[in-house]
C-alpha cells in the first residue's frame, strides 16, 4: 500500500514554471511506476505523463511534451512534475498516480492505477 500527497500547486501567469512534488508513503515506492494526471470540471480526467519505476521510461501527452518534465527520486521516495512555459489551459487540479510494477502499455489510462494522491490545484492566468 502507498499514499500519495501532492504539493506545488498555485497561480501563475502564462509562460511561468512551477514545479509539482507527491511524496508516497511506504518503503517499496521504487517498485511503483508514477503518472501524473490533470482533471478541470466537467471533462474526464487526463493523462499527463508517466515514469517507469527506474525512471529509466517517460511518456508525456502530447499537449505538454517539450514543456513538461517527469522525474523521480527513489531515495526520497518523491516523484515531481516540472512544468514550464505554462498556458491557461494548463489549469487543473493536477493528480499524483502509483501503479505497482512496471508501466502498463496504457500508461495513458486512468484505470490501470491503483492509488491516488488527493491532488494539486494550478491555475494560470493569461
Known amino acids: 500500500q502507498v499514499q500519495l500527497v501532492e504539493s506545488g500547486g498555485g497561480l501563475v501567469q502564462a509562460g511561468g514554471s512551477l514545479r509539482l512534488s507527491c511524496a508516497a508513503s511506504?518503503?517499496?515506492?521504487?517498485?511503483?511506476?508514477m503518472g501524473w494526471f490533470r482533471q478541470v470540471p466537467g471533462k474526464e480526467r487526463e493523462f499527463v505523463a508517466a515514469i517507469s519505476w527506474s525512471g529509466g521510461s517517460t511518456y508525456y501527452a502530447d499537449s505538454v511534451k517539450g514543456r513538461f518534465t517527469i522525474s523521480r527520486d527513489n531515495t526520497k521516495n518523491e516523484v515531481y512534475l516540472q512544468m514550464n512555459s505554462l498556458k491557461p489551459e494548463d489549469t487543473a487540479v493536477y493528480y499524483c498516480?502509483?501503479?505497482?510494477?512496471?508501466?502498463?502499455?496504457?500508461?495513458?489510462?486512468?484505470?490501470?492505477?491503483?492509488?491516488w494522491g488527493q491532488g494539486t490545484q494550478v491555475t494560470v492566468s493569461s
Open positions: 511506504g518503503r517499496t515506492f521504487s517498485s511503483y511506476a
Open positions: 498516480a502509483a501503479r505497482k510494477g512496471l508501466l502498463s502499455g496504457r500508461y495513458y489510462d486512468p484505470s490501470e492505477y491503483d492509488h
